[in-house]
């Protein structure tokens, strides 16, 4: 018999191309290494440690493929306003005055943290002081690819653009080697973004085998100022410059017109949608049916919580199904099943990382959530894939695993304290509303 | 000192006209008396049980202004399918086989029981033995408006529309007295009930002073089909019977012109807002913004659990919040303490209740709830409207208190056994399974 890490026992196990199963899963070093049965397994395997998921539904965790977890702290700070009131007058200015390794080290461990409850296990983030991210990831456990956010203009922890790509550079270097850290190249978008700067940050990400992630037609004004300024269209903007000669994730891109959507799919480009962010913002929305259609991959983002305002990817999945079905006027668009499968493997692909995350298969990192089944709420049952995406919230996910090693168990984080996180969060709640009434 | 019944201590209370503030609650006879610091209610009133909402928001509890509690057992039985199909083929072959008195009265119960895990202190039905879902109600301990659904067929209590009116009359007898069950009239639509039906349906309502519940312009199709018919629009056709004499509550009406908005403010009619029902079965979508311009009385639905597939009402103020702001293109319409007001005050208006229910208030029952801030996902909190609609899920909700006692705390039931209840609902799944399998 041999000895091995861990067991997943009698779960409802969720894959894209089999009924789901009542089954268990053999992990080690990471990996899942084998599907069966448990009577089967346990006649084969030693496990450290055993997960009994009985009543639960197992299946891959969520990658959320756009957001801000450093921001963490301005959740719910200013909400129902125009954006560039919203912007200019309150995240700007917190950002401008707080910002900070400290910070953004305590924002993310907490961001990091809520992520993991709401069963997610890879985030793709793009903020200020990666570095401090990362150090926050891999305390809570969490997987995630980090981008700094590079703009044309001093921000907190650079001065311009090329010290932004240079320490991009270094974070490549640093964390090559590491299980859990991936570094992306991240522009901010094409307003914030000079010609050289986007053609720059293309080339680094070319070079070094990263992806490259962008805000992308988030709003209408977005698309008029580039139609006005280089009379074309943001993605065949991009284009021009070769941008698309890396892996693209396109953050929001709601509106594309098909010829852009037309460039996406024929250079291999995801998007990761932010459901709630475009319409908590007003930024508006588009049918995803052409997407589809295209073959352009798709993925499902949180965004940060100052737009959002919190990190559930069922929210997400829920909204996104529902919206799309009354904007076409068809209910058997994104089903069920579909929804569940671009918010894990969808992910996964734009991240570049499918072969390794975003299914349970054999050989893959044990990347998983198990789901309790057993409440009132989720009674009766008929199809776990329709409970996901339309009856349960996040409260129900129990247990988390991440590179083969259990995160939270029964809702409790394994490797953070919660109450010093919820200290924290008030300590700074307190600094910030000094702050907003003039007083720090 | 004089003795009471509850004192619900230290909660942040939430009312529509102040500053949300600490304060103690004191409630006797199932009314609200006293508002106040707790060192002063302690003084004055020896209460039989304290309920401590330190931590928690203490707020209206939810009016629930359109929903089918005894459809619980169909929650995900069907699901992305066309309108037609999911009902001719999955919901009415399923209600025709199995809908009698004990279906509903198990059916409600549960759903009953749901309807206080979201917060749910008020209901408004619509279905099939409603003397059956009345037992269940007050087994529960909830408060419901309940509509006999008038068709002009034959369904499983009654033979005829006449049949079914003659049953709400003596609904609105046998419950004229109770203290938590009031009658209304409920007729299901303008495609189901013939002209005739419809007059005698608003009659009764008149003649009994009940509310006048019907499906109105919930899809395209419906007023396509009344134009053709009765060369006009479903709101204008009934307007021409004289329908709007009583209060009339619209659930859907999302297909409205400028006319039909006009009539409805006119005739203070309120609309039941549907939006998760409304997008899952792509029925569509309207702006509110001309609705709340003319001031019709907005307030929230559910629908049932086989087009949602829950019945939280937190999930319906934050997907009508947020759609609200994208189709209008305007962040700022539907703010966070509006949509609260609209899923409390605004469903006591519509049910003609507000004097009594909907809001905190000295001489109003005590129908309240408490919602548990403290944990991660909570942190940080600035305003708790804000958290209301755009962060908490309903399992933060812990407390229901409905006429002032308690139904549930900490999120056990107290009037019913949930095991029974979850039991019962595995019971009928594989009732129905088989059924739809064709071996029933």
């Not at 953004?104 to 200020?128: P, Q, S, W």
């Not at 996910?397 to 010093?420: F, T």
Request: hydrophobic fraction near 40%.
């Amino acid at each position: 018999m041999q000895k091995i890490d861990l067991i997943i026992k009698n779960g409802l196990l969720l894959t894209f191309d089999k009924e789901p199963k009542i089954s268990s899963i053999a992990i080690n070093d990471g990996k899942i290494i084998e599907i069966g049965k448990s009577e089967h397994l346990e006649k084969k395997y030693i496990p450290t440690k055993t997960l009994d998921a009985e009543g639960k539904i197992v299946m891959p965790g969520f990658v959320n493929t756009h957001t801000h977890a450093g921001m963490i702290y301005f959740k719910g700070m200013a909400d129902d306003l125009p954006l560039m009131d919203w912007l200019s007058n309150h995240i700007w200015p917190a950002e401008g005055h707080f910002l900070s390794a400290d910070f953004v080290r305590d924002a993310a461990l907490h961001g990091c943290a809520e992520m993991i409850k709401n069963g997610i296990t890879t985030f793709n983030d793009m903020y200020f002081f990666g570095d401090e991210v990362a150090k926050s990831a891999q305390k809570v456990g969490i997987r995630a690819v980090l981008g700094e956010v590079v703009l044309d203009f001093s921000v907190a922890n650079c001065h311009n653009a090329d010290a932004i790509l240079a320490y991009s550079a270094m974070m490549h270097s640093k964390y090559k080697e590491d299980e859990l850290i991936d570094i992306a190249v991240a522009a901010h978008a094409i307003y914030t973004c000079s010609k050289e700067t986007l053609i720059k940050s293309a080339e680094l990400a070319q070079k070094l085998g990263m992806i490259l992630h962008i805000h992308l037609s988030e709003t209408r004004q977005e698309v008029k100022d580039c139609l006005t300024k280089f009379g074309m269209r943001p993605v065949e903007y991009l284009d021009s410059l070769g941008f698309f000669q890396s892996p693209v994730l396109a953050a929001h891109a709601i509106w594309l017109d098909e010829n852009e959507e037309n460039i996406l799919a024929k250079k291999n480009a995801s998007i990761a949608i932010n459901t709630s962010s475009n319409l908590k913002l007003a930024s508006g929305f588009d049918s995803f049916a052409t997407y589809l259609e295209k073959g352009i991959n798709l993925s499902l983002g949180t965004d940060g919580v100052a737009s959002n305002n919190n990190l559930s990817m069922l929210e997400e999945i829920s909204l996104t199904s529902k919206l799309q079905k009354a904007l076409n006027d068809d209910p058997t668009i994104l089903p069920a099943h579909q929804m569940v499968e671009i918010a894990t493997l969808g992910g996964a692909k734009a991240l570049g990382k499918d072969k390794e995350i975003g299914s349970i298969q054999i050989g893959k990192k044990a990347d998983l959530i198990t789901i309790d089944i057993t409440n009132l709420e989720a009674q009766p049952m008929y199809n776990p894939f329709s409970h996901l995406v339309y009856t349960l919230t996040s409260e129900s996910i129990k247990d988390v695993i991440v590179n083969g090693k259990i995160v939270m168990q029964d809702r409790k984080l394994i490797n953070v304290d919660e109450s010093e996180l919820i200290d924290k969060a008030k300590f700074y709640r307190e600094k910030i509303i000094a702050f907003r009434n003039g007083k720090d």
